[in-house]
């Protein structure tokens, strides 16, 4: 599966940004997507997750309650509404997809998330 996400830019704190990421295949609907993303200097971390039915969702700590997975399997595409944005969200925004594994063997190029305090 081929994984492009898109959506990021510039926004003040406290704003919203929804990404998307858009997968090539037939097959979306068997993989467990995820969104990760690595700040600068930082190394990569997990934002959230959510099963191949949509079923069940995880969030990391620091974004709970403000971020949401969500996929439309008919469009085979997975989002991240992400809202009251903090300065500490900056950072690149990978998608990514799994399945049989737990860990994630297919990414997507990533896109960045800059906010400005």
């Known amino acids: 599966v081929q994984l492009q996400a898109y959506g990021g830019g510039l926004v003040q704190a406290g704003g919203f940004l929804t990404l998307s990421c858009a997968a090539s295949?037939?097959?979306?609907?068997?993989?467990?997507m995820g969104w990760f993303r690595q700040a600068p200097g930082n190394e990569r971390e997990f934002v959230a997750s959510i099963t191949a039915n949509g079923g069940s969702t995880v969030y990391a700590e620091s974004v709970k309650g403000r971020f949401t997975i969500s996929r439309d399997n008919a469009k085979n595409t997975v989002y991240l509404q992400m809202n009251n944005l903090k300065p500490e969200d900056t950072a690149v925004y990978y998608c990514?997809?799994?399945?049989?594994?737990?860990?994630?063997?297919?990414w997507g190029q990533g896109t960045l998330v800059t906010v400005s305090s």
């Open positions: 295949g037939r097959t979306f609907s068997y993989y467990g």
């Open positions: 990514a997809a799994r399945r049989f594994t737990t860990n994630y063997n297919y």
